[in-house]
């Protein structure tokens, strides 16, 4: 038997056992990641100049679950920047990947780890109770989104495929226009 793609008898899969996978997830979770703490970043800015906040937190907002919550128009706007962020990340994840199993591994993925950046740059495990059940029903609702996304859009290569086939330049020259050159 071919020892380098074994099937998964789990999932029904093919298994890349040579290493090439592992890469693969890696790279996909730094692409996650960085696209994650982008567009939070993108959403903390408009939302600090929004609820007129300091500029001063703007550095730890994504991570600061000390005084997340609703008593003030910074608590208001941490609260409101993770939740936003969330919404949007799956329709981010459908465009990278184009299936739901691969972007929901990723959204996952980015919520550990943003458990542990957000442990480690405010140097405590978070006891909020509020900051716990957005985390949570953020990365439920994403979950839940790019399943909708997977099963009403379509898919976006295709889409893709579609739209750059009009533009001439990038067009690849169809077997009738190989005869005529």
């Not at 960085?34 to 300091?54: E, H, Q, R, T």
């Not at 936003?84 to 990723?106: D, K, Q, R, V």
């Not at 959204?107 to 978070?126: D, M, T």
């Amino acid at each position: 038997p071919d020892l380098d793609k074994m099937k998964n008898p789990l999932r029904g899969i093919e298994t890349d056992t040579s290493g090439e996978g592992i890469r693969s997830f890696v790279l996909n979770a730094l692409i996650s990641i960085s696209s994650f703490y982008l567009l939070y970043y993108l959403w903390s800015v408009i939302l600090v100049a929004g609820f007129k906040v300091s500029w001063d937190y703007l550095g730890i907002f994504p991570f600061d679950f000390r005084t997340f919550g609703f008593s003030g128009a910074r608590h208001t706007a941490e609260w409101l920047s993770m939740v936003l962020t969330f919404a949007i990340f799956p329709g981010i994840m459908y465009l990278m990947f184009y299936n739901a199993s691969e972007g929901i591994y990723c959204i996952v993925v980015v919520g550990v780890f943003h458990l542990v950046a957000s442990c480690a740059v405010i140097a405590a495990f978070p006891i909020n109770w509020i900051w716990w059940v957005t985390i949570f029903l953020s990365i439920a609702g994403s979950v839940g989104i790019l399943q909708l996304l997977a099963r009403f859009l379509p898919n976006p290569e295709l889409v893709f495929r579609r739209f750059l086939s009009k533009i001439p330049l990038l067009r690849e020259p169809s077997d009738q226009e190989h005869e005529l050159t």
